[in-house]
Structures are given as C-alpha cells and as structure tokens.
C-alpha cells in the first residue's frame, strides 16, 4: 500500500490486497483498491475508498468484485457525527445466467462524551442483501445500536468497557433470526426480531509511547545538555508511528 499527501487537505492511497476471506481461498489472484480523504473543515472530513478483483474461482473481469464505501465524519470537542454508505456488486459465476448480485449498507453514529470517562453513543443502520450473495440469505436488515462507554486510562494502557443494547429486524424471502428448536423437522424456527445485550472490554496499549518515554529517560541520562536536543528529536521521528491506508470494505455486517 501507498499513501500520499497531496495537499495539506486531500490524501490520496492506493493498494492491493492479497486476499480478505477468513474461511475461504477461491483464488490466488490479487485484488485493488484505492481511497481518497478530504479535510475540508477542521471537523469536517470526506473519505471514499474503492475496491475491485476477482473473489470467485473464475477470475475473468467480469466476475470481478466491486465495491465502494462512502464516510462523513464531523468531529467536535465532545460530540462526533458520522454516516456511512457502502454498496457492492458482482456477477455470480456459478449460477445459470451470471445473475448480478448486488449489496448494499448503511449507518449513522453519533457519540456524545458526557464528561470524563463517560461515553454516549447510538447507531442506526440498514443492510440489503438481495441475492443472498454476502450473507447467505435474501434480506433487508435493519438496527438501532446504543451504547454506554466508561473508559480508565491507566499509564500507557487504556480499558474501556462497553454496556450495548442492539434491536435488529431482518425481512425478506430468507430474513429472520434463529430460535431454539423446528417448526417441524428439518424447518428451523427463525423470528424477525431479535434484541441483544452485549458487555464488550477493550484493552489497548501503546508501547511506541513507552519506548519513546524510555528512549528520552535514556538520552537525557547518557548525553551532554548541547547534544540533547539534536538527538532526543532524531530518536523521536524513528519511534514515530507511520500512517496506513485502510481498506474500509464492510462484508456481512450483520
């Protein structure tokens, strides 16, 4: 992957990616994509990403994977609005005709830091699936996510604790969710509501600023005042995390 300023506003990537699927290898051919991310305000930032190449077995062009993912960010001192569009198509190879799949999503967050450790946040969001193509099934899905955040900063370490309510509603020829038992047998029994209640714990930790701290503690000790400067900085850019372009493609959100 490469990525470029172009301006102090606009910067521009492009990579190819060796392969997305967990569970899956239909080929070894590469695929490509490219992104692009525009500050137009101080709060306000566009970015698109794209994506195409071959995801099935039958790597001819027009069995190609696209697919585009669309964001709107606005950040504030305490509040962040976001939305979020992505849409997909291919033609399925191993179908009488080739029919065209297509797939498409979207979702609106908004988060609110109440104060302190305190986090406020809710996210509506649809997912359409009309050949079945990425989630097995034909489907309109849609659900509202609320959470609570409490996050404790502890040295160069962050624990962040999520309590989460998610209400999701999936129609369609194949929608529903599953429920215990058979209709009869060999029928599953599938409702199309469906509520969770989700306790999540993130633990994340930052050793580049531990070692940026410890490679300071030990210039300092080691060199002479005049020499410090000049080497505390050189020591500083060689820690320095370099930015990444990420592929922003969502598949099978629900």
Same mark, same amino acid.
């Given at each position: 992957?490469?990525?470029?300023?172009?301006?102090?506003?606009? !910067?521009?990537? =492009?990579?190819?990616?060796? @392969?997305?699927? #967990?569970?899956? #290898?239909?080929? %070894?051919?590469? /695929?490509?994509?490219?992104?692009?991310?525009?500050?137009?305000?101080?709060?306000?930032?566009?970015?698109?990403?794209?994506?195409?190449?071959?995801?099935? !077995?039958?790597?001819?062009?027009?069995?190609?994977?696209?697919?585009?993912? #669309? +964001?709107?960010?606005?950040? @504030?001192?305490?509040?962040?609005?976001?939305?979020?569009?992505? +849409?997909?198509?291919?033609?399925?190879?191993?179908?009488?005709? #080739?029919? &065209?799949?297509?797939?498409?999503? $979207?979702?609106v967050v908004a988060?609110?830091h109440v104060? =302190?450790?305190?986090?406020?946040?809710?996210?509506?969001?649809?997912?359409? %699936?009309?050949?079945?193509?990425?989630?097995?099934?034909?489907?309109?899905?849609? *659900?509202?996510?609320?959470? +609570?955040?409490? &996050?404790?900063?502890?040295?160069?370490?962050?624990? !962040?604790?999520?309590?989460?309510?998610?209400? %999701?509603?999936?129609?369609? *020829? $194949?929608? $529903?969710?599953?429920? &215990? =038992?058979?209709?009869?047998?060999?029928?599953?029994?599938?409702?199309?509501?469906?509520?969770?209640?989700?306790?999540?714990?993130?633990? !994340?930790? %930052?050793?580049?600023?531990?070692?940026?701290?410890?490679?300071?503690?030990?210039?300092?000790?080691?060199?002479?005042?005049?020499?410090?400067?000049?080497?505390?900085?050189? *020591? /500083? &850019? /060689?820690?320095?995390?370099?930015?990444? *372009?990420?592929? /922003?493609?969502?598949?099978?959100?629900?």
């Amino acid at each position: 992957q490469c990525e470029k300023p172009v301006t102090d506003k606009l !910067t521009v990537a =492009g990579f190819i990616v060796n @392969g997305y699927y #967990h569970l899956s #290898h239909p080929n %070894d051919q590469p /695929s490509y994509g490219g992104q692009w991310a525009y500050k137009a305000t101080p709060q306000l930032t566009l970015t698109q990403t794209v994506y195409g190449g071959p995801d099935q !077995t039958n790597t001819a062009l027009q069995f190609w994977r696209f697919y585009a993912n #669309h +964001i709107v960010e606005w950040k @504030g001192d305490n509040l962040t609005f976001a939305a979020s569009y992505d +849409i997909g198509t291919e033609n399925i190879a191993d179908r009488p005709g #080739h029919p &065209r799949a297509f797939v498409m999503g $979207g979702n609106v967050v908004a988060r609110w830091h109440v104060t =302190g450790p305190w986090a406020l946040a809710v996210r509506p969001e649809f997912y359409w %699936d009309r050949n079945g193509r990425w989630t097995g099934s034909e489907q309109f899905v849609k *659900a509202v996510t609320s959470t +609570i955040e409490y &996050r404790i900063p502890y040295k160069w370490t962050n624990t !962040t604790l999520r309590l989460e309510h998610r209400w %999701d509603e999936s129609t369609g *020829a $194949g929608g $529903g969710f599953f429920m &215990r =038992g058979e209709v009869q047998p060999g029928v599953l029994s599938l409702t199309p509501n469906q509520h969770l209640v989700l306790l999540g714990i993130l633990w !994340t930790f %930052d050793i580049r600023d531990r070692a940026l701290k410890m490679a300071s503690g030990f210039v300092l000790a080691s060199l002479k005042p005049s020499t410090y400067c000049r080497e505390y900085a050189s *020591a /500083s &850019r /060689s820690l320095r995390p370099r930015p990444t *372009a990420i592929l /922003s493609a969502r598949e099978a959100k629900v």
